[in-house]
Structures are given as C-alpha cells and as structure tokens.
Nanobody
Framework: VQLQESGGDSVQSGGSLKLSCTAT????????LAWFRRAPGKPREGVAAINNDGTTTYADSVKGRFTISQDDTNNTLHLQMNSLEPEDTALYHC????????????????????????WGQGTQVTVSS
C-alpha cells in the first residue's frame, strides 16, 4: 500500500485547508485511517482517525475545528481543517491499517501511531499569526 498526501499550504490564522491522502495498492474494506502531525521539536501527535464503520476520533486540540472523512469510491482520506492556529503548524502524515475484521482496534488506540502499518511522506501546513 502506498499513501500520498496533498493539500498542505501556508495560510493565515483563522484560515482553512483541506488535506487529502490517496491510497493505492492492496487496500481492504476493513480499515483504520488517521492523520498525524509533527511540529518542530515536538513528538508526533495523532490528530484524527476514522474506521470503516464511520467511527471518528479526534485529539482534544482539534475537536470542533477539524473533520476527518473517507471517500471509499476513490480510496481518498480527507482532513478539513478550519479556524487554523499557529499551533497547527506541522508536517501532516496520513497513516493506514487494513484488515483485522475479527480483531478491531479499540477506539482508545485509534490515535496511537504504533497501530498503523502504512505511512505517507507528509504534507506541510504552516499557519502564520
């Protein structure tokens, strides 16, 4: 499986961006997909996740501002980011886990990076004040 992100840009505080991540290769109808980010000098942070049941999970720092969605028709994951803040500046990666229909990942682990097998290269988001 290969993941390719797009949509990163430089915006002013209060602005919006929509990130996309297209998956190609041996995907599966059972999946857990997520966005992570890494800001300079900080550890990688789970931002949002979605599974094939439509269950979504968000980090407290982005609740009410970010929305994760998946378009199964073209295997593309999206992250709509509104009311962006300088603290959202980071390299954003998408991540994926496929299969495991009979052993689903508990929701409290959906933002744990070790759960995911596949990673994209990242797209840069820069928010200026």
């Amino acid at each position: 499986v290969q993941l390719q992100e797009s949509g990163g840009d430089s915006v002013q505080s209060g602005g919006s961006l929509k990130l996309s991540c297209t998956a190609t290769g041996n995907t599966d109808s059972t999946y857990l997909l997520a966005w992570f980010r890494r800001a300079p000098g900080k550890p990688r942070e789970g931002v949002a996740a979605i599974n094939n049941d439509g269950t979504t999970t968000y980090a407290d720092s982005v609740k009410g501002r970010f929305t994760i969605s998946q378009d199964d028709t073209n295997n593309t994951l999206h992250l709509q980011m509104n009311s962006l803040e300088p603290e959202d500046t980071a390299l954003y990666h998408c991540a994926a886990r496929y299969g495991g229909r009979w052993s689903p990942v508990p929701q409290d682990l959906h933002l744990a990076d070790w759960v995911y097998k596949y990673w994209g290269q990242g797209t840069q988001v820069t928010v200026s004040s």
